[in-house]
């Protein structure tokens, strides 16, 4: 485990999971027509991928991106889950990633507050 406390291991595989669904939804948007969603999905979900894997050496900019990157998402799929009808594929896909950024979000922030801490000289 080479010293990294067990939230950011976490963190890096929720982050991970949520790249990859991300990717995929990108890559999915794109094979129906949607260059956008290429763009956006595609690029987030990378991004993602690659803030899980530098969590382990840089864990601070790592999760911070990640976090942002889920609040960009979480805010896209909030209006896209307001904005279709219920029974839709859309709001499907809106609940699955508003589902995810939310545990990216909690597991980066858990992950930020285990940051082991320099010792302290009494």
Do not use: D
């Not at 963190?11 to 890559?27: K, N, P, Q, V």
């Not at 530098?54 to 998402?73: K, N, T």
């Not at 307001?82 to 609940?95: D, F, G, H, N, W």
């Not at 507050?113 to 009494?122: D, F, I």
Request: charge should be positive; include cysteine; hydrophobic fraction near 55%.
């Amino acid at each position: 485990m080479n010293g990294m406390p067990t939230m950011h291991l976490v963190a890096a595989g929720i982050t991970a999971l949520y790249g990859l669904i991300s990717l995929t939804g990108g890559i999915m948007g794109y094979a129906k027509g949607s260059l956008p969603s290429l763009i956006a999905g595609g690029g987030a979900g990378v991004l993602l991928i690659l803030c899980a894997l530098g969590i382990s050496r840089w864990p601070i900019p790592s999760l911070v991106v990640a976090l942002v990157l889920a609040l960009l998402l979480i805010g896209n799929f909030s209006y896209s889950l307001l904005t279709s009808e219920l029974s839709s594929v859309r709001y499907a896909i809106s609940i699955v990633m508003l589902v995810g950024g939310v545990a990216v979000l909690i597991c980066g922030a858990l992950a930020l507050m285990a940051q082991p801490r320099p010792p302290t000289s009494l």
